[in-house]
T-cell receptor, first 115, second 109 residues
């Protein structure tokens, strides 16, 4: 199966700054997903990113706060903008496997701490 | 958006079977039932999935109720490495996963 990696693995950032998280897959995938996992919580879907189109955001998430790029079929970035301590979370990317099963393969996550 | 209900936590003795339940009473005909687990400091990993029939793989078994409104993940012999949060997820053709709260499994030596 394809390998998925994220950079950075963790970071500590100051309030008001922005951080861009990279997600790299070693094969071409049409669809990618970004999730947030707040401390001690489950995963929440942020958005779906298809190559060549604007990302589709879930309720409660907006493009100005979480802009996403999808420049090609193996790469995506998520930016957490104007960060506050409430943005401290683990951010994960994933991609789906073969239809119709739609299993997902997850990256290891990026642990973000905002001071 | 979470469409599944699971107990918050369960315990099992090492080398004993574990049955992790999941209720999904609003499941639609096209929803697949997925189980993932998340070990500490890792992303979720695939365990098993099914549609209507019971399924077995090297990691676990999935028992699906006849009406599909519930399912049970069965770990035949729990090991310490099985300690994780287990998520039961429904997915339709849209591919999106909406995670519930999951069940935190503790394995007692």
């Amino acid at each position: 199966s394809a390998v998925i990696s994220q950079k950075p693995s963790r970071d500590i950032c100051q309030r008001g700054t922005s951080l861009t998280i990279q997600c790299q897959v070693d094969s071409q995938v049409t669809m990618m997903f970004w999730y947030r996992q707040q401390p001690g919580q489950s995963l929440t879907l942020i958005a779906t990113a298809n190559q060549g189109s604007e990302a589709t955001y879930e309720s409660g998430f907006v493009i100005d706060k979480f802009p996403i790029s999808r420049p090609n079929l193996t790469f995506s970035t998520l930016t957490v903008s104007n960060m506050s301590p409430e943005d401290s979370s683990i951010y994960l990317c994933s991609f789906p496997g073969t239809a119709p099963y739609n299993e997902q393969f997850f990256g290891p996550g990026t642990r973000l701490t905002v001071l | 958006d979470a469409k599944t209900t699971q107990p918050n936590s369960m315990e099992s003795n090492e080398e004993e079977p574990v049955h992790l339940p999941c209720n999904h009473s609003t499941i639609s005909g096209t929803d697949y039932i997925h189980w993932y687990r998340q070990l500490p400091s890792q992303g979720p990993e695939y365990v098993i999935h099914g549609l209507t029939s019971n399924v077995n793989n090297r990691m676990a078994s999935l028992a699906i109720a006849e009406d599909r409104k519930s399912s049970t993940l069965i770990l035949h012999r729990a090991t310490l490495r099985d300690a994780a949060v287990y998520y039961c997820i429904l997915s339709d053709t849209g591919n999106q996963f909406y995670f519930g709260t999951g069940t935190s499994l503790t394995v007692i030596p």
